[in-house]
């Protein structure tokens, strides 16, 4: 069972496919009409550097319940960063949204940041019955841009010595997710979505470029919103940005 906080928020475990146990933490109003699934970004944790915990609050005050966990490697969960693959995080998907469905009977909506926004937009067009609606925050579609076709010297070596290539200072990836991003990619599956889906790009700073948020925007044929979150919005983003996926989840 969840251990309850002293705020009302539940702290609880998901367990994925493969065995790993998850830090998370589920916040289930009385009678909820919606359900969200949080998934923070590489290098984050399920905070989101404070956003997921402001939002779920804020979804709460509105009827709408939310699961979030750290990622595998991340946070206070169970694994390594250098064993996530593209795959195993569809899994995780997988593992969160029937985790969440234990203790929620309500329609589930995907909210997904950074890499983890590309791989959600991947969920939702291959089990669409799953996903009433679907939210990217600054979504990393191109993994073979970000990443780059090959890898240069130095990281070849470091994959060699230490089994990882560190990509910023709080993520690393393998050589499993390196050999599956040079292949599998987000944006073919985009039109594939039916689900309604916000983009919101700016929502706290980000390295993925604004042309990966557009032209995501530009493939999707389903019900779709674009948002740039900008100019004096920009220092302030979390306000913004709550309000935004709060109107469309509801």
């Not at 989101?48 to 206070?76: C, K, M, N, T, W």
């Not at 996903?131 to 890898?151: E, K, M, Q, S, T």
Request: proline share 6%; hydrophobic share 40%.
């Amino acid at each position: 069972m969840p251990a309850r906080t002293a705020d009302t928020q539940l702290r609880t475990t998901v367990r994925t496919h493969d065995g790993l146990r998850l830090a998370g933490t589920l916040v289930a109003p009385d009678h909820p009409k919606n359900a969200v699934l949080l998934l923070h970004g590489e290098g984050a944790t399920q905070e989101q550097d404070g956003f997921y915990s402001r939002l779920s609050l804020e979804l709460a005050e509105r009827g709408v319940a939310s699961l979030r966990f750290d990622l595998p490697g991340h946070g206070e969960s169970e694994g390594l960063q250098e064993e996530l693959t593209l795959s195993g995080l569809l899994n995780t998907i997988s593992a969160g949204l029937a985790h969440l469905r234990e203790h929620v009977t309500a329609p589930a909506t995907l909210l997904a940041t950074g890499l983890t926004g590309g791989v959600a937009a991947g969920y939702a067009a291959r089990r669409a019955p799953e996903v009433d609606r679907l939210v990217l925050v600054n979504p990393l579609i191109d993994y073979d841009r970000y990443f780059g076709a090959f890898l240069d010297e130095q990281a070849g070596r470091d994959l060699i010595t230490r089994g990882r290539v560190e990509v910023s200072p709080t993520f690393a990836v393998g050589r499993a997710m390196l050999n599956e991003i040079f292949w599998l990619q987000p944006r073919g599956a985009l039109n594939m979505i039916s689900a309604p889906t916000l983009i919101v790009h700016g929502a706290g700073p980000t390295d993925v470029p604004l042309t990966s948020s557009t032209t995501a925007a530009e493939a999707l044929t389903c019900e779709k919103r674009f948002v740039e979150i900008n100019g004096p919005q920009a220092a302030h983003w979390q306000a913004p940005a709550i309000r935004e996926a709060t109107e469309w989840i509801l």
